[in-house]
């Protein structure tokens, strides 16, 4: 297992579609396996393949107090959006950032596990942001997409100052 690097935001890598998983192989199951140790030693409660620049359909998720956890996706795609809901979101890409964005309260999410056996779950609260952060992850997207631009230049501007 390795702890991978994380790219962080405007890095124009995080901006790549991940491609669908179409192997379950032993390399798989390594990347699966060091997604987890990367977000358990950054700490965060999701990451996407996408983030350490591994252009895959591929996301890792530990909210804690769900059941079964922690959970792991391979090629998801959300089947039911209901609702909306606020909430103040993060980003390991995204350093020292926290801002409210609107997202779906209740989800569906249908996806693979790591041994290519299908499953699909219901999610709402934390659990249900986390699973929609990390699928646009996968597209390409960020949560600060979401805010104003200029709003968005401030934060471009604030993490070149802790790059530089
Ligand atoms: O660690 C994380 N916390 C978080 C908090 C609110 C909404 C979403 C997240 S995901 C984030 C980890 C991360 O960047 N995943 O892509
Ligand atoms: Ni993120």
Redesign the pocket.
Known sequence: MAIRDILHHPDERLRTRAKTVSKYDDKLETLVADMFETMYAAP?????AT?IDVHLRVMVVDCGKQDPYPLHFINPELTLLEGTEE???????VPGIFETVSRAETIKVRAFDQYGIQFEMEADGLLA??IQ??IE?LEGKLFVDKLSNFKQKRIIKKLSKLNT
Do not use: D, F, R
């Open positions: 965060g409660i999701g990451l996407a983030q909430m103040e979101e993060g980003c390991l890409s942001v986390c952060h990390e992850h």
